[in-house]
């Protein structure tokens, strides 16, 4: 059988290493920086000729470098002659732009989707895309995984009892996101109702389903960027009366005012993943980092073994 290597961008360092570690694998070498120009150097520094070639990189801030280095780390095994070359894309950034919503804008989603095949990738392992729709720009296989298994095996290690529980979806457009976690979690289950007054500014008003009165709120989402939208869910939730509210995301991008808006939101807890590092936890002391390595690496070893993944998408992770 083929070996099995593991090469981490800059990016994410600690997630790629805890998946080896999950593993019992040693992080492959590989050498990286910069031309005194600012173009992206890399060397890798073993041989992968014949193996089966993982490269870990999520496209998180700053994306334009990370994105280059990944085409730049996968041209290189490509041309080392990997047998197969895997792009671990934990976070896929240029995400939010999946269609033509106006006149004379990109389809950024498809352009990167473009890129990553082009430069050589032969798969394509992602989690939580910002719309599912996204694999279908892939000319090549995509395993999209989903984090709800490790969100869902904290909540309930807290034994929350179910009638003081709401899951909450913080718009119309995460509501089969929050009915998977209710399916697993139970309790009750509310929406908040999201009006978009302008292309950067939305209101929230009522919540509809619930109710949240005297309950124990998480509020689930793929992503937290700006905080806008789970903030001002969470005031919402918080007047009508939930006792205490938690937030949970895959992803947590947090840029611009997220960490002021979530110090200052009524929340107990901010649950995130290390899809992204986050460097903001010295401020944010209600943040708790859950790993979804061992997510990526049972994941890796069967598209390894040419083994089926589906069962990662049942609530057996944890």
């Known amino acids: 059988m083929r070996e099995i290597k593991i090469f981490s961008g800059r990016a994410n360092p600690k997630l790629a290493e805890d998946v080896c570690n999950f593993l019992h694998l040693k992080l492959g070498r590989v050498s990286l920086g910069e031309f005194p120009d600012g173009e992206i150097q890399c060397k890798i520094d073993e041989d992968v000729r014949g193996r089966d070639v993982f490269l870990v990189q999520p496209t998180c801030p700053p994306v334009n470098n990370n994105l280059m280095e990944l085409l730049v780390m996968i041209d290189s095994c490509r041309r080392a002659s ?14 939010r732009q999946d269609r033509k919503d106006e006149g004379r804008v990109p389809i950024t989603a498809k352009l990167v989707a473009d890129l990553i095949t082009s430069a050589g990738a032969d798969r394509v392992l992602t989690m939580d895309l910002h719309a599912a729709q996204i694999q279908g720009f892939f000319n090549v296989p995509v395993d999209h995984l989903n984090a709800s298994p490790v969100l869902n095996h904290y909540f309930l290690s807290l034994g929350v009892p179910t009638e003081e529980l709401c899951v909450v979806s913080p718009d119309a457009g995460s509501i089969k ?22 292309a950067h500014e939305t209101t929230t008003k009522n919540i509809i389903g619930g109710p949240v009165e005297g309950k124990i709120a998480v509020i689930f989402d793929d992503m937290i960027s700006t905080a806008g939208s789970i903030c001002g869910a969470a005031k919402v939730v ?18 611009g005012p997220a960490v002021a808006r979530l110090q200052a939101a009524p929340i107990k807890e901010l ?4 899809t992204i590092p986050q460097k903001s936890q010295d401020l944010l002391t209600n943040m708790r980092v859950l790993s979804v390595a061992p997510l990526l690496g049972e994941a890796i070893k069967r598209i390894h073994n040419d083994e089926s993944i589906s069962a990662l998408f049942r609530e057996n992770i944890g």
Request: charged share 25%; with cysteine; glycine share 6%.
């Open 82 to 95: 990997a047998e197969r070359i895997t792009a671990v894309i934990p976070y896929y950034g240029y995400a």
């Open 177 to 198: 996101r929050a009915v998977n976690h209710h399916r697993r979690l139970n309790g009750e289950l509310a929406i908040v109702d999201k009006r978009r007054t302008s």
């Open 238 to 255: 918080h007047k009508a009366g939930a006792r205490e509210i938690y937030i949970a995301a895959t992803h947590g991008v947090l840029c």
């Open 271 to 274: 649950i995130l993943t290390d």
